[in-house]
């Protein structure tokens, strides 16, 4: 294969991973290295030999065994207990030659860079927090290798093959004829061809197949990879992606399909079945691999060392492992002889089989196999009851590569979509009990799901979220006690109640290893982050506390002397009482007089249970005046609505919709806690190409409209009487709602401002010695006169492409600025945007992002359609718990500290998180890292200190303790992980690292880094197994599933079919969102609703993200909390149409407007569903309906995220096979 034939090499992120393999040129191993990866994929482990050999017996010195498990020999029949789930087909067969995931070329005709070209900068240095310097056009020196990451998340180190600062020089890579459509299809030989035979046909005798497995500990899942054999993918949706991804060279003819029913090589000579293999998959423009010495195909099956096995004579295939077949298996048939015409045990090989591998279609495996065809014609694989042999012997064409068309005499290994029928599969002809196939085939799918091979591998065996979910919630759910430290807890999506005996709640606080290596170097050795999700002001659960608040008077709050942690359960009182340890820093404390308790005989004070300061995780203090700006009081927060008022909003709806609105919106204000209603003030203001104030003065009996015609100096033109209570000036805001739509009505405003309208609100704020939040509604990119004004710089064309980052970082700093101006007045931003062409979220997005605020966006905004979303979610928005003006440290013990931070927040230095306000939905991820080696013996605690104004006025200290525990062994820490919060974590990195690297880069960084702590537990945690295996970590078994999710994202994966503003939308959303919302974002929630218990209230459970769980006579549900899709099937059952919708049939269900009619039990019942998940998300979504065929189902595909993509990106089996082929690079 051509190495450079994907495009310029991966870099790594320098900094972050040891050294793996030597990789060629563009990333993936060379040549050679692949040459010899082969063997190793398609031959047995030396273990599996013949009955009557000894079994190989372990090494003495072998690696660490995981937590004491027994060393077994082959015969083991079971593995790992329930935690083992094995599939029994193979990784190898499916091994992945290219890079599955969509290659980032550089468009026809940009140059390459040559070896030792500098890189790239983007068009400014564009920093995470401050992001002040104009952009520069300079090109940024290559950054040293040993550079650590700064607080800024500046730079990644850039490295390319053979240690040069720039990319290796590679050749255009050549169009395949499938590849002429508009959208690029995946390259030739990305995807892995996957073989068709079912998991349980085995066709060698059960000893030469047993798949040895030596038991590691119980913490792991193992995919055996024997011969995993792939699913069908989804069609491509548009014509010009309909053909598979055959390596057709430019202008040549499809290869013609050959009458034994392989298709033939492009280009050659069709051979008859039996001759001499030409020179290996010789293709124009590749290097041929020379033959092996014999004849024998190069490097395809021979392995030095291994053991050939002769052909084992006669037996029926058995089962792995002597289990006996589950009777409900698709195509088990109890007892059935191994007949068939033909001679018994001919010791003739079919063409491309291999050791181990389920039959072809149309041959015969013994007891197990159905559906087979009848007895082939000339050129056939072997009949049935024949014995399938080592194909290593001289005359045999090899095994096709993967993406390679097999050989002539070969069955091609899967029927391709758009392709007929191949002689022998029937058509139409599923097999008995197939799950997913013996429904119509889904939509547009063509032939392809009829002729589906007839075997394939069942993938609900491969780990999937539903499962875990599950699982977790029978395990870990009801009561989670936090009085140990380094206890796991449940996950996010189960239901428990947490009891706080001395750490923080998770729903506060996680942390992605609650099992800390004690040094840096063990850390990197695991590649895992080391980092806390952190929401301080999370929503707390039914049946639990809501933070106490502690008052100590003018004492103020009890702190370290030396590293100012503040009094908590990890303080040990010493001295009789007079003195305390922190277990921070180790110093002793004098313990002020008013504070001081006598000590009981075990050493804790007496009073203890009565301090929450002493027994809790989680609680407040309240701040005296050292703690507020100034030392003065601050004021009751406010919320001031900054409407644009021009022509778009009014003409929309917008305008008229808000004032009608208002009263509502104010019934909903956020009431703090320990009162009974809501003490914050509003004001208001309206904007077009000028600024007007409103007096809303409750002596008032008109409002009065105040206008700043000088948009270049904003100032504030009124003292008293702009932000007031709503309830003392309701009958005043009551009338100005009437007046403003009735003043604006004839506007013909267009052109508009946006930043003098914000520096309104803050001016606002000013005057009143207020913290508070600007809600702003803008429908327009501001292109009046007057600062702030931005140019249309729209060009889709880029996303994708390492260009991207120009329009995805702002265009100029003003919105910067504005923002770190924001942030010390604790005014917080949150834009809703009305855009109906493009607005420039990257840049006035940048207010939102530093100030703690978010970002809405109702694009083609229309009242009567999308109002009801608008309301609901400014409701959701104004009444959720609330914090202004904060500021946020985190203290850990010595040995450890933050570096990188990443969220809505601004930083002026290094330790401290400034936050204009923070809300429920909100989370800040930390990355922390070593600067010592740590006590194994002792704990590490970590406490998160933040400093706000209450939505009462009152100043506070939220505090949250956190201990964790040291280990020595990497087993523990792979033990102890939260998937949830690492991938959190991977998400927002991701999406800052967007700002400074290509795409490509950040992708190849996740997939290196997920390969990473695969191989470091399989080399260090799992006893010595085949290399054919792959093992996973049970808390991380589904890391490859979610690293896959998180690479389709539209935040990271985006491309031309979105436009800039969506990329620049879902990159906010995601740097904003807290753990809740972040585990469907990245894995929608799918849930059938046409089986439904009307008496039912809970949501029912969702099933596997994929097509494979749709039946045309189904109706789902599909969320992930930004878009809710509910699908239709064409055969859907006209009473359920009927009884929901009040029609006769699904055509005739309105889609444009979604609305369940009918008032019957079952349309009350999804009504309620549908409420509930809203209820759910931070934002109210609007409902798409979706009928099967329509044109907006590739839409709602994309969201099928185990599919392949429609962009070409890879499937989550395909990529399962990859990170294997990753992972077996890595260890080998």
Not at 310 to 324: A, R, T
Not at 791 to 797: L, P
Request: with cysteine.
């Amino acid at each position: 294969m051509n190495p450079n034939m994907y495009g310029p090499p991966p870099t790594q992120f320098q900094p972050q991973y040891p050294a793996g393999p030597p990789r060629g040129p563009t990333g993936w191993p060379s040549q050679q290295q692949q040459q010899q990866q082969q063997p190793l994929q398609s031959q047995p482990p030396p273990q599996q030999q013949q009955p009557h050999q000894q079994p190989q017996q372990q090494p003495p010195t072998q690696q660490q065994q995981q937590y004491g498990a027994p060393v077994t020999s082959a015969q083991q029949p079971y593995v790992n207990g329930n935690y083992q789930q094995q599939l029994t087909t193979s990784m190898s067969g499916l091994s992945v030659s290219g890079n599955p995931l969509k290659p980032s070329q550089p468009p026809i005709g940009m140059p390459t860079a040559g070896v030792g070209a500098p890189v790239a900068a983007p068009s400014g240095p564009f920093n995470q927090f401050n992001s002040n310097a104009p952009p520069t056009s300079q090109p940024m020196p290559p950054a040293s290798s040993g550079m650590n990451f700064n607080n800024n998340n500046n730079a990644y180190a850039a490295a390319y093959a053979n240690g040069s600062a720039g990319p290796s020089p590679s050749p255009a890579p050549p169009v395949s004829a499938a590849a002429a459509g508009p959208s690029p299809s995946p390259a030739p030989s990305m995807f892995p061809p996957t073989s068709s035979a079912s998991n349980m046909a085995q066709p060698t005798s059960a000893a030469a197949t047993m798949p040895q497995n030596v038991p590691g500990g119980i913490n792991q899942m193992t995919l055996n990879s024997a011969s995993l054999a792939g699913l069908p993918h989804m069609p491509p949706k548009s014509s010009a992606q309909q053909l598979p991804p055959t390596s057709t060279a430019p202008g040549q003819a499809l290869p013609p399909v050959t009458q034994a029913g392989g298709y033939g090589r492009p280009g050659q000579p069709q051979m008859p079945p039996g001759a001499a293999a030409p020179a290996a998959f010789a293709q124009p423009g590749m290097p041929p691999q020379r033959p092996a010495a014999g004849g024998a195909p190069a490097a395809a099956f021979a392995q030095p060392g291994m053991v050939t096995q002769p052909p084992s004579v006669g037996g029926p295939s058995s089962n792995p492992y002597g289990v006996p077949p589950p009777g409900n298996f698709p195509g088990s048939y109890a007892g059935q002889p191994a007949s068939g015409p033909g001679p018994a045990s001919a010791p003739t090989s079919a063409p491309g089989a291999y050791p181990g591998a389920p039959p072809l279609p149309g041959q015969q495996a013994g007891p197990q196999q159905y559906g087979a065809a009848p007895p082939p014609a000339v050129g056939y694989p072997p009949q049935p009851g024949q014995q399938l042999q080592q194909p290593s012997m001289p005359g045999y064409p090899p095994q096709p590569m993967p993406g390679y068309p097999p050989q002539a005499g070969q069955q091609p290994q899967q029927p391709m979509p758009g392709y007929p029928p191949q002689p022998g599969s029937y058509p139409g002809q599923p097999g008995p009990g197939r799950p997913g196939y013996n429904q119509p085939p889904m939509p547009g799918a063509g032939s392809m799901y009829q002729q589906a091979p007839p075997r394939r591998l069942d993938p609900d065996q491969m780990p999937n979220p539903i499962q875990v979910m599950i699982e977790n919630q029978q395990a870990a759910g009801g009561i989670f006690v936090t009085n140990q430290p380094g206890l796991l807890p449940p996950l996010v999506t189960t239901k428990f109640v947490v009891h706080d005996q001395g750490n923080s709640s998770p729903r506060f606080i996680r942390s992605s290893l609650y099992c800390i290596p004690n040094t840096g170097d063990l850390l990197k050795t695991t590649a895992l982050p080391l980092t806390l999700n952190i929401s301080p002001l999370a929503r707390i659960g039914k049946g639990e506390m809501e933070p106490p608040i502690v008052n100590f008077g003018d004492m103020g709050p009890i702190r370290c002397n030396r590293c100012k942690a503040y009094m908590s359960p990890n303080m040990q009182f010493v001295d009789a009482g007079r003195r305390f340890q922190c277990l921070m820093c180790k110093v002793t404390t004098e313990v002020h007089p008013d504070y001081y308790q006598h000590l009981d005989h075990t050493g804790q004070r007496v009073d203890k249970h009565e301090r929450p300061e002493l027994l809790l995780g989680t609680y407040e203090f309240l701040a005296t005046k050292d703690y507020c700006r100034n030392n003065t009081a601050p004021e009751v927060p406010a919320f001031i609505f900054v409407i644009d008022v021009s022509y778009n909003t009014i003409k929309s709806g917008l305008v008229h919709l808000l004032c009608s609105q208002i009263k509502n919106i104010l019934k909903h204000l956020p009431v703090d806690q320990g009162q009974d209603k809501s003490k914050v003030r509003v004001g208001f203001i309206t904007y077009n190409s000028t600024v007007h104030f409103y007096n809303i003065k409750s002596s008032l009996a008109q409002p009065q409209m105040m206008v700043v015609g000088d948009v270049q100096e904003m100032f504030m033109p009124l003292l008293d009487g702009f932000l007031c209570h709503p309830e003392e000036s309701a009958a005043v805001i009551d009338a100005l709602m009437e007046e403003i739509p009735r003043m604006f009505v004839d506007t013909k405003e267009t052109e508009t401002i946006l930043y003098p309208a914000i520096q309104a609100g803050l001016e606002a704020l000013k005057a009143s010695n207020a913290s508070g939040k600007l809600l702003v509604f803008n429908s327009t990119l501001p292109i009046a006169e007057a600062p702030g004004k931005l140019k249309n710089r729209d060009d889709r064309k880029l996303l994708g492409t390492d260009k991207e980052k120009t329009v995805l970082t702002p265009q100029t700093t003003v919105y910067n600025q504005l923002g770190q101006e924001c942030v010390q007045q604790g005014c917080s931003v949150d834009l809703f945007v009305f855009n109906n062409a493009y607005i420039d979220i990257a840049t006035i997005g940048q207010v939102s992002r530093l100030t703690g605020g978010e970002v809405y966006k109702y694009t083609y905004f229309q009242a009567e359609l999308d109002g009801k979303r608008l309301i609901e979610d400014i409701i959701k928005n104004v009444s959720r718990p609330i914090a202004f003006d904060a500021v946020m440290r985190v203290r850990t013990s010595a040995g450890i500290r933050p570096t990188e931070f990443f969220g809505h927040f601004y930083m002026s230095n290094t330790t401290d998180v400034e936050l204009a306000s923070i809300d429920a939905t909100k989370s800040v991820s930390i990355e922390i890292k070593h600067d010592d080696k740590l006590a194994p013996e002792e704990n590490v605690y970590i406490q998160v200190a933040l400093l706000y104004t209450s939505c009462s006025g009152q100043r506070r200290l939220r505090i949250l303790n956190l201990a964790l525990r040291v280990t020595v062994t990497i087993a523990d820490v792979f033990k102890s992980c939260d998937l949830d919060a690492m991938m959190l974590f991977f998400a927002k990195q991701a999406c800052f690292k967007l700002m400074e690297h290509s795409p490509k880069q950040v992708k190849d960084n996740l997939i290196q880094r997920s390969a990473q702590i695969l191989a470091c537990y399989r080399k260090h945690c799992t006893s010595p197994t085949s290399a054919g295996q792959l093992i996973l970590p049970e808390c991380l078994k589904l890391l490859p599933l979610y690293a896959s999710c998180l690479l389709k994202n539209d935040a990271v994966s985006g491309g031309s079919d979105m436009t800039l503003d969506d990329r620049s939308y879902v990159i906010q959303f995601v740097l904003a969102m807290d753990l809740n919302m972040s585990v469907n974002y990245l894995y929608p929630r799918f849930i059938p609703i046409h089986n439904v218990d009307i008496d039912d209230t809970s949501l029912p459970t969702p099933v596997r993200c994929t097509h494979e769980k749709i039946t045309e006579d189904g109706a789902y549900i599909l969320e992930n909390g930004v878009h809710l899709f509910v699908w239709l099937g064409q055969s859907l059952s006209p009473s359920f149409v009927q009884s929901v919708f009040g029609v006769q049939c699904t055509q005739q269900v309105n889609a444009e407007r979604f609305a369940i009619t009918a008032d019957t039990p079952l349309a009350r019942r999804i009504t309620g569903i549908i409420d509930q998940i809203m209820e759910e998300r931070t934002r109210y979504m609007r409902v798409t309906c979706v009928r099967q065929n329509d044109k907006l189902e590739s839409v709602f595909r994309h969201f099928l995220i185990e599919d392949r993509g429609t962009d070409g990106s890879a499937s989550y089996v395909d990529f399962l096979c990859h990170m294997h082929k990753e992972i077996k690079d890595l260890l080998s």
